[in-house]
């Protein structure tokens, strides 16, 4: 399995679109931050600080592997 993400870092709330690849099924990692995280090939996430994602893919066949990725969140700037 592959795993893509739409930005490699984002500002502190935003969101980023994650894009699996290569199986029939995924399983996200952290599910709570994830939306339908036990379905969805690409999901979309908020996030407030950095997080690395597990996503497990499976194919009709009952094979499967795991891809990680890492989504950096810059702080938003503080203005005076």
């Keep these: ?17 994650l894009l699996a690849s290569g199986a029939t099924s995924y399983s996200w990692s952290p599910a709570a931050l994830v939306q339908n ?7 979309t996430v908020a ?13 009709a066949q009952g094979c499967s592997s795991t891809a990680q990725i890492s989504v950096a969140v810059q702080p938003s700037p503080v203005v005076d």
């Design 37 to 43: 995280p036990g379905s969805a090939s690409t999901p």
């Design 1 to 17: 399995v592959a795993v893509q993400s739409s930005a490699p870092s984002v500002c502190e709330g935003q969101s980023v679109v």
């Design 47 to 59: 996030l407030s600080s950095t997080t690395t994602f597990s996503v497990t893919g499976s194919t």
